[in-house]
């Protein structure tokens, strides 16, 4: 069964459901995008016949972030409400009852990035594709939920660059950092995410669901407050 939420293609594969960014342009997260993505997680927590979600981009792109437009338009409330599009949609996926697993096609940078970290497990291409937080660089500061996540998911040793730095890495570089898990063949890492997904599918749910929320409950309160 598959249906279209623009701009992400939600197709279920037996007990994975695999939702596709693709908006035609940078996968940017805006409101419409990180919406989209919540819904394909709703989906995915609220249906018994579906195990894990796969969170993907199109060849080449995974998402280049939050909108740069509305960052730069001067709208301080529609920024905000972005960036709490964003969070929302960050922890949720950390704190989701079901697996979650991104398949990291190409370029994540920022918000692409934190998108990253609330996943269980992260698949991306062993390839010079630029993956990180370049928020520094161009001026931003990360938000505290996105500090809390970063200083949890990345490696203590990579932490100073990657944050405070704006260090951007290789598919290998991301996977040392802590962006990824591992780094295959670009044109195998859908795959390789919807394998390890639908073997993440079979875990017991209720066992797993309890075991997030205590495993991760504190970082996931960190991110609230």
Same mark, same amino acid.
């Given at each position: 069964?598959?249906?279209?939420?623009?701009?992400?293609?939600?197709?279920?594969?037996?007990?994975?459901?695999?939702?596709?960014?693709?908006?035609?342009?940078?996968?940017?997260?805006?409101?419409?995008?990180?919406?989209?993505?919540?819904?394909?997680?709703?989906?995915?927590?609220?249906?018994?016949?579906?195990?894990?979600?796969?969170?993907?981009?199109?060849?080449?792109?995974?998402?280049?972030?939050?909108?740069?437009?509305?960052?730069?338009?001067?709208?301080?409330?529609?920024?905000?409400?972005?960036?709490?599009?964003?969070? *929302?949609? @960050? #922890?949720? %996926?950390?704190?989701?009852?079901?697996?979650?697993? /991104? +398949?990291?096609?190409?370029?994540? !940078? =920022?918000?692409?990035?934190?998108?990253?970290?609330?996943?269980?497990?992260?698949?991306?291409?062993?390839?010079?594709?630029?993956?990180?937080?370049?928020?520094?660089?161009?001026?931003?500061?990360?938000?505290?939920?996105?500090?809390?996540?970063?200083?949890?998911?990345?490696?203590?040793?990579?932490?100073? *660059?990657? @944050? #405070?730095? %704006?260090?951007?890495?290789?598919?290998?570089?991301? /996977? +040392?950092?802590?962006?990824?898990? !591992? =780094?295959?063949?670009?044109?195998?890492?859908?795959?390789?995410?919807?394998?390890?997904?639908?073997?993440?599918?079979?875990?017991?749910?209720?066992?797993?669901?309890?075991?997030?929320?205590?495993?991760?409950?504190?970082?996931?309160?960190?991110?609230?407050?």
């Amino acid at each position: 069964m598959t249906n279209t939420e623009a701009p992400v293609t939600v197709e279920q594969r037996g007990r994975v459901l695999l939702a596709t960014m693709d908006d035609g342009r940078a996968n940017a997260m805006s409101i419409t995008m990180s919406g989209a993505l919540r819904a394909a997680l709703t989906r995915a927590q609220d249906d018994p016949g579906i195990g894990a979600l796969v969170i993907a981009g199109r060849s080449g792109r995974f998402s280049g972030g939050f909108d740069l437009d509305v960052i730069r338009g001067g709208d301080a409330d529609a920024v905000r409400e972005m960036v709490d599009s964003g969070g *929302a949609l @960050v #922890a949720e %996926a950390y704190g989701a009852s079901v697996p979650v697993v /991104a +398949a990291c096609t190409g370029h994540a !940078v =920022a918000a692409g990035a934190l998108l990253l970290l609330g996943c269980d497990h992260r698949v991306g291409p062993d390839a010079e594709v630029k993956i990180g937080l370049n928020e520094v660089a161009i001026g931003l500061t990360l938000p505290h939920w996105a500090l809390a996540i970063a200083e949890e998911r990345l490696s203590r040793r990579h932490l100073q *660059a990657s @944050v #405070a730095n %704006a260090q951007l890495h290789d598919g290998a570089g991301a /996977a +040392a950092a802590g962006f990824l898990d !591992v =780094a295959v063949e670009p044109n195998a890492v859908v795959e390789a995410a919807m394998d390890h997904a639908a073997k993440l599918a079979e875990l017991d749910p209720a066992a797993y669901a309890a075991t997030v929320q205590a495993l991760r409950g504190p970082t996931l309160a960190a991110m609230a407050r």
